[in-house]
Each structure stands twice: as structure tokens, then as C-alpha cells.
């Protein structure tokens, strides 16, 4: 629906099924099909080339979700669940050579039903009405980034560059038995010139050097063979990227 020559709506609903994949299936076991239902509501505004804004709240239910199990290292049934959440994407191009993009996401991912306790498991780590785990309910980048021309003539060349700057930003992950991951947060540059065919450009990630845990889980573990194994969950993490630079150059015909 369009009411305005800038402004447009657009709604969704599906109700459909997604199979299993096989990891998830024991030696003889059936293959059991979730019922997977969502709705989704959004609306466009668009002033020509200046800004576009994209903003759509959604709902989906599923009848048996998947989730990472650390301690088998595969994915593992848990249970009905349901997310909530809206999603917002602005793009600005204020000038020819200047742009700009924000990206917020924010969800509440819920467990419904989980399965009950085993005598191999008898206190599951998840719980009805607890976050799923692993999904950070806020999620947001941006990006600012200008390019142009330096000089129009360098040996017959025009002379170009570019610019950009990035940010990410994730917040504290639920994980399993009430805990939470710290927040991440972790900025992006890159430079360039151009030359004709030539083109060299530097970019740099984790720019300020930001020790954090790209995975967080949390399970029982033991490091000693000799020692009476511990049951007790206990927290371990994946380390992320540390500064990192790449230099590209590139030559086209």
C-alpha cells in the first residue's frame, strides 16, 4: 500500500513447516517437522536519493527450535519458541560524495516449552520464559563513509579516494542457566586511493584493539583426567579477532 508518492507500507504472514536437519536425529528416530509461523509489519519512506528509512516490527512462533549444545558440539532440539521484534535501517546521502547508514535491530527471542529433564540431563539449562541463548536482543551498526576525487589530473589520471569509518555494537547474549555475555562493541576503518586502474586501499578492524568474546558458553567441563569430573556449569569463550589491518591492491583492465 502506498498512500504517499514517499511512503509505502507492506504486511506478511506465512505459515509453513522446516525440516530437521539431520545432526539433530538420534540413531532410529523419526524425523519430526517444526510448524514455523510469522508476521511482519513495515513501512518505506523514501525523499529521493537523500534519506531512505525502512523501519518493520515482526513476529514468528516456532513449534521446536535449535539451539548450539558446546557440550556435543552440534545443534539440539529445546523446545517451542517466540521472537518479537522491529527492525529500523536509515540511509542518508546528505552530499554526492557522503554517505551514511544506521542499522538497529531489536528482539525478544523467548522460550516457550522446553523439553523436560533426563536421567542424563536432570536440570536442563534452559527454562520456560527464559531468552533464547546466544541471541543479543539489540544489535546495531553504522557506517559513514565519502568519496570523490583528489585531483583531476595526475599523469593524465584522475586521482580518487575514499574514506570510512564503521561501528558494531552487540548487547549482553543471554546464555544458558540465567547468565549473560558482556556486551561487545568494536569499531572499523578504512582508506583508499585510485589511480587510473590502480587501486590501493588499507582497512583496519577492531581499530582499538578490543579484547572481547566473540562465543560465550556455558557447560560443565573437566581439564584433569585424574581429577572426579565437575558438574558444576562453568562459563568458557571463544576469543575475538584482535586489531587486524589488510592491505588490498588492485589493478583492472
Do not use: C
Not at 130 to 152: C, E, K
Not at 176 to 188: E, H, K, N, R
Request: proline share 9%.
Amino acid at each position: 500500500m502506498k498512500p504517499l508518492e514517499i511512503l509505502a507500507f507492506r504486511a506478511a504472514y506465512g505459515h509453513g513447516y522446516r525440516s530437521p536437519q539431520a545432526r539433530t536425529l538420534a540413531d532410529g528416530e523419526t524425523a519430526p517437522f517444526t510448524e514455523v509461523r510469522s508476521a511482519d509489519l513495515g513501512a518505506v519512506l523514501e525523499l529521493d536519493r537523500a534519506l531512505r528509512v525502512q523501519v518493520a516490527g515482526f513476529w514468528t512462533e516456532l513449534s521446536d527450535d535449535i539451539a548450539f549444545e558446546p557440550r556435543e558440539g552440534r545443534l539440539e532440539r529445546i523446545g517451542a519458541t517466540r521472537r518479537i521484534g522491529a527492525v529500523l535501517h536509515a540511509q542518508a546521502r546528505p552530499l554526492d560524495w557522503l554517505i551514511g547508514a544506521l542499522s538497529v535491530t531489536y528482539v525478544d527471542a523467548e522460550l516457550l516449552e522446553p523439553p523436560p529433564g533426563t536421567a542424563s540431563d536432570p536440570q536442563p539449562a534452559f527454562e520456560p520464559g527464559q531468552n533464547l541463548p546466544y541471541v543479543p536482543p539489540v544489535v546495531i551498526r553504522a557506517d559513514l563513509g565519502a568519496r570523490g576525487t583528489l585531483v583531476d589530473d595526475v599523469l593524465g589520471q584522475k586521482l580518487r579516494g575514499h574514506v570510512g569509518a564503521g561501528y558494531s555494537f552487540l548487547s549482553p547474549r543471554p546464555l544458558p542457566f540465567g547468565g549473560f555475555a558482556d556486551p561487545v562493541s568494536l569499531f572499523d576503518a578504512s582508506a583508499g586511493l585510485g589511480w587510473g586502474p590502480v587501486d590501493l586501499d588499507v582497512s583496519f578492524f577492531n581499530l582499538f584493539d578490543v579484547r572481547y568474546a566473540a562465543s560465550e558458553f556455558v557447560f560443565a567441563s573437566s581439564w584433569d583426567p585424574d581429577a572426579i569430573p565437575s558438574r558444576v556449569p562453568a562459563r568458557h569463550l571463544a576469543a575475538g579477532s584482535p586489531f587486524t589491518f589488510m592491505v588490498t591492491l588492485g589493478i583492472s583492465p
